[in-house]
């Protein structure tokens, strides 16, 4: 892939890459680590996809590469995610009711998380978040539903 590319596709999709990393790792080094290493990785690679299929390519390498920093032996499972900063004020446009939602979002586990992270925030469809976590459609719908509902619980609480 040609250096122009990939300024390109870091221009249009950092951004978003970071915020993935961030909601799957809750640590800002390591999601910065992991959009890094993406890039790395296509300047390295002669990698081509579609214009139409690049954000979700991204986001799949995105979601391997995290998986990857969550296994390796450096990674501290006990990343505590009320220290986060999560910087979610200001050109963002949160209100403090979409804030405090953002914020227990990030206190879920994993497994609802991320597939609530990606339909609400990123706005994937469940096909496409499938595709990108490798898991089915119906886990996928109920992962999003079983999340929703601890969500809502927390939030009356």
Aim: aromatic share 12%; hydrophobic share 35%; net charge negative.
């Amino acid at each position: 892939m040609r250096n122009e590319d990939v300024v390109r596709l870091f221009d249009a999709y950092s951004n978003d890459l970071y915020r993935f990393a961030l909601s799957y790792l809750g640590s800002i080094q390591d999601a910065e680590d992991v959009v890094q290493d993406v890039f790395l990785k296509l300047l390295d690679k002669h990698m081509f996809f579609e214009k139409k299929n690049e954000k979700a390519y991204l986001m799949t390498m995105t979601a391997n590469r995290c998986k990857d920093q969550l296994r390796s032996s450096s990674h501290n499972a006990n990343v505590d995610l009320e220290s986060v900063e999560w910087q979610l004020t200001g050109n963002d446009g949160f209100t403090e009711r979409n804030k405090a939602v953002f914020d227990e979002l990030m206190r879920l586990e994993d497994t609802y998380r991320i597939p609530i992270y990606l339909h609400y925030y990123s706005g994937y469809s469940y096909k496409e978040i499938s595709k990108i976590l490798k898991i089915s459609e119906s886990a996928t719908a109920m992962r999003i539903s079983r999340g929703k509902e601890q969500l809502r619980i927390r939030l009356e609480e």
